[in-house]
């Protein structure tokens, strides 16, 4: 029955915790070294973070470009780590994977990926990753539980150039209706603003910028005056959408 | 005099911190003797987990699917958590202070030796000289034996916890508001609300587990809102985020409901049947117009609206905060001031529909339930009462004169300590060098004191300086019961018993109590007693246990308080009906009008500076700076800045910055990023010593709760040196 089970990776309830990384690492066959991958998109500009695992893939590129066929897939789908006694660490599966999963442990001389927890999966848990995961980016479960709990929609073929990719995992993408309509910096009064961090620096006691903020000169129209914006209706507000 | 005989790097070397990487026995531990089904040590979730315990050590763990709560879920600290009980740094004996650190001592010895300073120092300064500091990370049976030991065994008044640095803002709002101190909704309510506002709460990173409630509401359709200084992961995909500046959270919550007034979106059947003083709040948010109020709090007036829109037409609704709106010397007006948004909607104490308080320590809640408080009595009574005073002193067969009055909350004992009138301390559990603001006047404190005992696991940066070290346990080495930050009060099973020459806490503490003279309240023989005996004090008290026995917990994979009687199937939702607990059955709101904070910026410190916490690190680190992978995750404070500020004073990301306060200075690396306010500075505070951000912080304290103000104070920033890996960086 475990083949009706999938797995799911969705990035926009990724929180970056790495728990997933941890838990990877204290899988039985693992012995401390963690085979997923998780990065922040870009840090300076927020904290968007990208979870992968192994998507094994219908066609894996990286058996493919294999010289030494190490790297085997089993009857369940699963890609395996490269095999240690004919691995030769050249690397072209590093190189070739279109997911940038497998990489050269260079202590051992060999590729280690993501086998999806074979050792878990195969005797019916869940990989470890997808069971610790606290926001639930990365979940292992059946295609009708995502259909009918989940806003995103799953996709599993990815188009690089010419080339078409099946995969066994799953990537959830926005809803089907429409991308989601704002980002967070919208909210920000300071985007593409000419904005001064330091405006409240005024001299004096350090109460300074606060005792201001009542100073009754500098405040806008209040309730009542028909001027304030609390009568009106929020401007194309987002979060009516 | 309590002060180091040694380097600090020479204790570092001596007792550590050292960073563990290998689980007891290695990568190929083999399979174990048993699995045991508990929870996690660390944050107010409680996770379920299992530890594999094999030859009396913890040597792994697999998730526990089952436990309803996290159904197998972990954040990266639940599942390094069972690194501890085999690890390099656990103490095995018990320690006296020599010139060379410590000496290796017998139970005996030490044990004697602590009993002769408490009555030499009682007997010469009086016995509220002598002070006892306990924790919110300990079981329900040890924060009762603390405060039973403190007053019947110490005699002292002064008692109180580390809770002080967390929950009491909360606490104290929940009890004038409601009546009661407890979040209102279990957790399963999260995913029935169409609109949810997190005000304050870092939730993904303190408390992760909770984010796949909060993302299953949003595929349910509900709109979220956060309200913080910073985005956090939480925020990153919020539908309305609003950017507060720090220290000004009471005007923004006056701002929203003044919109809702004015546009009518409040419930006025529910305001007039259940509630008291909403006039009062309806006039003093009359001048907390959406413009006022984007000039108090940086949030542009637009999202004010949309927030109140939002908020105000929910079908359902759950608000969450946590110590960012607490941690302020009007910490309880902030938290008012958002309970009156609930009130005001009338959504409370129904499915989808409630209120709740991230609890941050492992027992944030039962920690602070049963009289390890300062002003506290068991089952939630107050000391200053008479007839839970009464109560309390005919349960423990003692005269009521002789119970000792309100004393000191955590901070003013450091005070006190600092000015001479305290002595002597216990602590337990507790880290305050680190975890306490201003950290160089804590050093100062504890270098004053004529005898220190600390009773913990691993040696903290605070116990360097007692004068005995006893070798308590780990949670994992003793049992007992923790309450979630839902209420629910769940069981914690005995995986190992503590390792070397060790002792469970419980029996330290009953052992000091025996040589006090006082064995007949202390003699128990195993921590369900302890349980039985706690759940009989709390009986008709405001927080009632008396219905709760290990079984019951245990078949229900806990229970919610108020749980009055054996067939009480204890209480998931509070407030049911529109009834809360004051007498007569109403709830309260209260009109606090904006006020600063008690240190705000000015021109010789133009920056807010702000604290908080990292995912994978646990309040001052003592357990986590202890876990090599965790530490490796994010291994030492780092100073956020947007780039606008850091434009200001030529700061590139990892240039060497230095941030002054009026009480110190800390020099570390920028982290240049968009995810935070232009005019505030970050520091996490999990470190000691010169990594210390509570270096910088201030101890003005909330007048009510007498928190302190960890979420604000001034500062300047410079740069002190490039990035040492500059050059490495720009090739």
């Known amino acids: 029955m475990t083949s009706e089970l999938e797995f799911f990776i969705d990035p926009s309830r990724c929180i970056g915790c790495q728990a997933c990384v941890q838990a990877c690492a204290e899988c039985g066959t693992h012995r401390g070294v963690p085979m997923i991958h998780l990065d922040y998109v870009h840090r300076p500009t927020g904290v968007q973070t990208a979870p992968v695992v192994c998507m094994h893939c219908e066609d894996p590129t990286c058996a493919r470009v294999c010289p030494a066929d190490a790297i085997k897939q089993d009857d369940e789908g699963i890609v395996h780590s490269a095999a240690k006694p004919r691995c030769v660490a050249c690397s072209n599966c590093v190189l070739a994977c279109p997911f940038g999963v497998p990489k050269m442990k260079v202590d051992f001389d060999l590729m280690m990926k993501c086998d999806m927890c074979y050792d878990r999966t195969s005797v019916g848990k869940k990989p470890m990753c997808a069971t610790v995961c606290p926001s639930g980016a990365l979940y292992y479960g059946t295609r009708e539980y995502v259909a009918e709990f989940r806003r995103e929609t799953p996709v599993n073929e990815f188009r690089f150039g010419r080339e078409t990719v099946r995969t066994k995992v799953n990537m959830m993408t926005a809803p089907q209706m429409k991308a989601l309509p704002f980002d967070v910096a919208d909210f920000l009064p300071w985007e593409g603003q000419d904005f001064d961090p330091l405006s409240l620096a005024r001299a004096g006691a350090p109460d300074a910028a606060s005792s201001s903020v009542w100073d009754e000169e500098s405040l806008p129209g209040t309730c009542g005056s028909g001027n304030c914006a609390c009568k009106q209706q929020p401007e194309a507000a987002a979060i009516a959408n | ?731």
């Open chain 2, 1 to 731: 005099m309590a002060t180091l005989t040694i380097t600090d790097d020479r204790y570092t070397e001596l007792y550590g911190p050292t960073p563990n990487y290998t689980p007891a026995g290695g990568w190929n531990n083999g399979e174990p003797d048993k699995l045991v089904k508990t929870h996690c040590c660390f944050c107010g979730v409680q996770c379920g987990i299992q530890l594999k315990v094999k030859d009396n050590k913890v040597i792994g763990f697999e998730p526990w699917e089952e436990f309803p709560v996290n159904q197998g879920k972990l954040c990266p600290k639940g599942v390094k958590r069972y690194m501890q009980n085999d690890h390099p740094d656990r103490l095995l004996t018990p320690l006296i202070r020599s010139a060379t650190g410590f000496d290796v001592a017998s139970w005996e010895k030490s044990l004697t030796k602590t009993v002769a300073a408490i009555q030499s120092i009682q007997a010469k300064h009086g016995k509220d000289s002598f002070a006892f500091l306990g924790g919110a990370s300990m079981t329900n049976e040890k924060a009762y034996l603390n405060g039973k030991f403190a007053r019947i065994a110490l005699q002292t008044a002064n008692i109180d916890y580390n809770g002080r640095l967390c929950m009491v803002s909360a606490g104290a709002a929940n009890r004038m508001a409601f009546g009661v101190d407890r979040a209102a909704n279990p957790w399963s309510d999260i995913p029935l609300a169409k609109v949810i506002i997190l005000t304050g709460t870092n939730l993904a990173e303190c408390f992760p587990i909770l984010t796949d409630y909060i993302w299953r509401a949003r595929d349910n359709g509900a709109k979220i809102i956060v309200i913080d200084p910073r985005i956090t992961p939480i925020a990153r995909t919020a539908d309305l985020f609003l950017p507060v500046r720090p220290g000004r959270d009471s005007a923004l919550a006056n701002g929203i409901l003044h919109v809702m007034i004015e546009r009518g979106w409040i419930d006025e059947k529910f305001i007039a049947e259940h509630t008291h003083d909403f006039d009062k709040v309806r006039e003093l948010v009359k001048k907390y117009t959406p413009e006022v109020t984007e000039k108090i709090t940086g949030v542009p007036a637009k999202s004010i609206l949309a927030a109140a829109e939002a908020w105000g037409t929910a079908e359902t609704s759950m608000l969450l905060h946590a110590r960012g709106i607490e941690h302020h010397t009007k910490g309880v007006e902030n938290v008012l001031t958002y309970i009156n948004l609930v009130l005001a909607s009338g959504r409370i104490g129904k499915p989808g529909c409630g209120y709740g308080t991230i609890t941050g320590q492992g027992n944030g809640q039962g920690g602070r339930e049963h009289g390890q408080r300062c002003n506290q009595l068991p089952g939630g009574r107050d000391i200053n009462k008479p007839e839970h005073r009464q109560f309390i002193a005919d349960f423990w067969k003692i005269p009521e004169p002789e119970l000792p009055k309100q004393g000191l909350t955590a901070c003013e004992i450091i005070d006190a300590i600092e000015r001479g009138e305290i002595k002597g301390l216990l602590s337990i559990s507790f880290n305050p060098l680190v975890s306490i603001p201003d950290s160089n006047r804590t050093r100062a404190a504890l270098e004053k004191l004529e005898f220190f005992a600390c009773i913990d696991p691993f040696l903290s940066e605070t116990a360097r300086h007692a004068d005995v070290v006893f070798a308590g346990s780990l949670q994992e080495e003793d049992e007992g019961t923790v309450t979630t930050g839902e209420g629910r009060c769940v069981r914690l099973r005995n995986s190992v018993s503590p390792p070397g020459n060790a002792r469970v806490d419980w029996q330290i503490i009953c052992d000091l109590a025996r040589r006090l003279g006082k064995e007949q309240w202390f003699s128990y023989g195993n921590a369900g007693e302890i349980f039985t005996e706690l759940t009989a004090a709390s009986k008709g008290g405001p927080i009632d246990y008396s219905g709760m026995t290990y079984e019951r917990i245990e078949q229900n994979m806990g229970l919610f308080w108020p749980c009055p009687a054996p067939e009480h199937p204890g209480t998931p939702r509070l407030f049911e009906g529109g009834k809360f607990h004051h007498p007569d059955g109403k709830a309260k709101f209260h009109a606090y009008d904006y006020r600063p904070p008690a240190e705000d910026v000015d021109a010789e410190f133009p920056i807010f500076f702000t604290s908080g916490r990292v995912v994978s690190q646990y309040l001052s680190g003592t357990q986590t700076r202890r876990i090599g992978s965790l530490v490796d995750q994010y291994p030492e404070p780092l100073c956020e800045m947007h780039p606008l500020l850091a434009a200001k004073f030529g700061i590139n990301d990892r240039d060497i910055v230095k941030v002054t306060t009026r009480r110190g200075e800390m020099t570390l690396p920028a982290q240049v990023v968009k995810s935070i306010r232009p005019d505030t500075v970050f520091i996490p505070y999990h470190w000691a010593g010169k990594k210390a951000a509570n270096q910088l912080t201030n101890r003005a304290l909330d007048p009510i709760s007498k928190i302190p103000e960890f979420k604000v104070c001034a500062c300047k920033v410079e740069k002190v040196a490039d990035a040492p890996l500059k050059n490495l960086t720009t090739q």
